[in-house]
């Protein structure tokens, strides 16, 4: 059995809910159609998904990335967006927000983070809350297979999964279909890709090309295919950053650990996730001064089964102008002015801590 494909009328989601989807996507035939994936593992394998189904279908299509720190909501993103052209916009995995993307335009959103505000006007298939929880390139895999030949495509879904939960989550078939995409090819795959977007150089765009080329995980990690000698380098520059970054001294108050630091790469959730083995009772929060100029840009993990956006909003801080507890339940963060994010710290019990404290430092770590 495919992975995803199980018959079962009511998962990723109900059938009626993918079936209303699908016929958004073969309304588009002959529609020039922007395709806006996120730049993690799960967005680009669901955004080659959608891309492929919809020029089967005979849509002209174009992909559109989010630039560095920025999302669907993000106003200079919307703009090259309605700058595009296009007659209807495909959003994957970063829509689970109020407010209309690109107002007037017709728009299908396929998600699975927990929210329960989606953008104004658009069509929304989000697996959130029909357990267990697809992550979006699987649910893309169950909306555009019957629109294409699914099994040569499986490995993608294969892919994005096992980024965004791992090769020894509990899902239907992912097993059998690990071992027919190759274990050591996915994992290897996963890790190349998401260095690009990591990466001080923010090579998302050159991560979607190695994924439109690619006709297997073992193309990537073999190395087979254009660009892949790129993605290495991403990986080395990432690792050392982390290394780097993750040797910045950690503050306590109560059971909150801080580590502040400073690089041009987004290594700041993986020092939040090596610190919380380090650290395993407390809320680990790693803020990274140097990622986007002017702005301090912070993780939050936990080896507890915490539900950190409910520990952020927990705070009752008056809103932000920046990012603020947007993700997962056990992977969150934000994107904070300094003098935001030292309000924040405040409220944390981090009191003393002044503006030179949370500067862009170039090399060199807080």
Known sequence: ML????????????????????????????RHVVVAPHTDVDGLSSGVLALRALRTLGARTTPRLPGKGEHAHSPAFQERLRGAGAEALVVLDMGSRPAPIVPGLPTLVVDHHPSTEFPEGALVLSSSGHEPVAPTSLLTYALVSPLIVPGPLEWLAVLGTVADLGAETALPSLKDALRRAGRKAITEAVALLNAARRSSRFAAPLALEVLMR????????????????????????????????????????????????????QVHPLVAVRWAQRLPEHI??????????????????SREPRDLIEFLRGLNLPPFQGEFAHGHAHATGGSLSAREFLRFT????????????????????G
């Open 3 to 30: 992975l995803g494909l199980t018959g079962d009328p009511r998962w990723p989601v109900p059938a009626e809910a993918l079936v209303e989807a699908r016929c958004f996507l073969e309304r588009q035939k002959d």
């Open 214 to 265: 690619a006709g297997s995980a073992s193309d990537i990690s073999e190395g087979r295919i254009p660009g892949v000698d790129a993605l290495r380098d991403c990986r080395l520059e990432v690792q050392r950053e982390v290394a780097r970054c993750a040797k910045a001294p950690p503050r306590f108050s109560g059971k909150v650990a801080l580590l502040l630091f400073s690089s041009g790469a």
């Open 284 to 301: 680990v929060v790693a803020a990274n001064a140097g990622y986007l100029p002017g702005r301090v840009n912070f993780s939050l993990r």
């Open 346 to 365: 405040e409220a944390l019990g981090f009191r003393g801590l002044q503006a030179n404290d949370v500067e862009r430092r170039g090399v060199a770590p």
